[in-house]
């Protein structure tokens, strides 16, 4: 069975600013990895925006929240922000730069951030009403790698080298179980006791345990082989701005295995991994071996250096010679 529509689709061309869009319709999420140069998108879905992921905050990654800014005005909302430190103090000092003397007359707009500070995340609200000013709410310790998290989909991370900290994303949209509306006739069920067996059936740990329908007790085996079926899940990856280390490999790769896409940067070619080691990227050679080892089934390549022009099928023809479905 299929999974609820997700599309996913780079911002810019393949040589300009980095940064891929996740739009989920059905669940109103609509998600930016990266927000440089972002004014090809129409400004209908930059009010929808609802989760802004940024790897760091150079300006081809960044310069663009002044737009998403823009755009967020005039409506009540709440954005939710991830990254990693000084993420907080950039976007402080980009609101700052504005002036917020009528804000009583403005709808509530809210960027709630979740930043990695070495080892705790720390909470940051930024409220127009109280004129943006940077409010911490809590710190927590990280326990493992999953940044956000909700009933349908996670976003993973991971510390990668840029010769700053840089973030590295995953996004799992999760297996879902689904019943099976003809069979649940069979035992009768409906209402609050189809949400019951819905919510028994998707806990593992109920495995071996037993559920009562109509006074007779069925085996959570019998159950879930019977009325119900998975959707399979769906894994998107986006790696940007890194060195190619053993470090820096050995962490993407465990990040993105997997993967059904991976979004990875392939700036130089490989003639050129000298100055891709000097300004800490990939090259076309790395980013093909970084999606074999990963096991994923999808690359599409992007932020190629400008200095081979428009035409990027050089680097392509380097990605697929290690890789070949790579786009």
């Known amino acids: 069975m299929a999974l609820p529509r997700i599309k996913h689709y780079l911002i810019n061309e393949k040589y300009e600013d980095p940064g891929?869009?996740?739009?989920?319709?059905?669940?109103?999420?609509?998600?930016?990895?990266?927000?440089?140069?972002?004014?090809?998108?129409?400004?209908?879905?930059?009010?929808?925006?609802?989760?802004?992921?940024?790897?760091?905050?150079?300006?081809?990654?960044?310069?663009?929240?002044?737009?998403?800014?823009?755009?967020?005005?005039?409506?009540?909302?709440?954005?939710?922000?991830?990254?990693?430190?000084?993420?907080?103090?950039?976007?402080?000092?980009?609101?700052?730069?504005?002036?917020?003397?009528?804000?009583?007359?403005?709808?509530?707009?809210?960027?709630k951030l979740k930043e990695v500070d070495g080892n705790k995340f720390k909470y940051y609200k930024f409220d127009i009403k109280n004129k943006f000013e940077k409010e911490l709410i809590k710190i927590e310790e990280i326990k493992d790698d999953i940044l956000y998290e909700d009933k349908f989909f996670r976003i993973r991370f991971a510390v990668l080298e840029h010769r700053i900290d840089v973030l590295g994303y995953s996004f799992e949209y999760k297996p879902r179980l689904k019943l099976i509306p003809e069979r649940l006739k069979e035992f009768n069920l409906e209402g609050k006791e189809i949400g019951r067996l819905k919510a028994f059936l998707e806990n593992e740990s109920n495995k071996d345990k037993s559920f009562v329908i109509n006074g007779k007790e069925y085996k959570y085996e019998h159950l879930k082989e019977r009325l119900s079926y998975t959707i399979d899940g769906y894994k998107i990856s986006y790696i940007t701005d890194v060195i190619y280390s053993e470090k820096n490999r050995e962490k993407i790769i465990n990040l993105v295995k997997n993967s059904d896409v991976l979004y990875c940067e392939a700036v130089f070619l490989d003639k050129d991994k000298e100055q891709a080691k000097k300004v800490y990227h990939l090259t076309s050679k790395q980013a093909g071996e970084i999606a074999k080892a990963g096991n994923v089934k999808k690359l599409i390549i992007f932020h190629i250096s400008r200095r081979y022009g428009k035409n990027y099928k050089a680097v392509l023809k380097e990605v697929r010679e290690i890789f070949p479905e790579a786009y």
């Open 20 to 111: 891929i869009v996740i739009e989920i319709e059905s669940l109103g999420k609509y998600i930016l990895f990266d927000v440089g140069n972002i004014s090809r998108l129409d400004r209908h879905l930059l009010r929808k925006i609802t989760h802004l992921f940024i790897t760091h905050t150079h300006m081809d990654h960044f310069i663009g929240f002044d737009n998403l800014l823009r755009n967020k005005l005039g409506k009540p909302h709440t954005v939710d922000v991830f990254g990693i430190t000084p993420l907080s103090k950039n976007i402080y000092c980009k609101l700052q730069g504005y002036t917020w003397n009528l804000i009583e007359f403005e709808p509530q707009l809210i960027f």
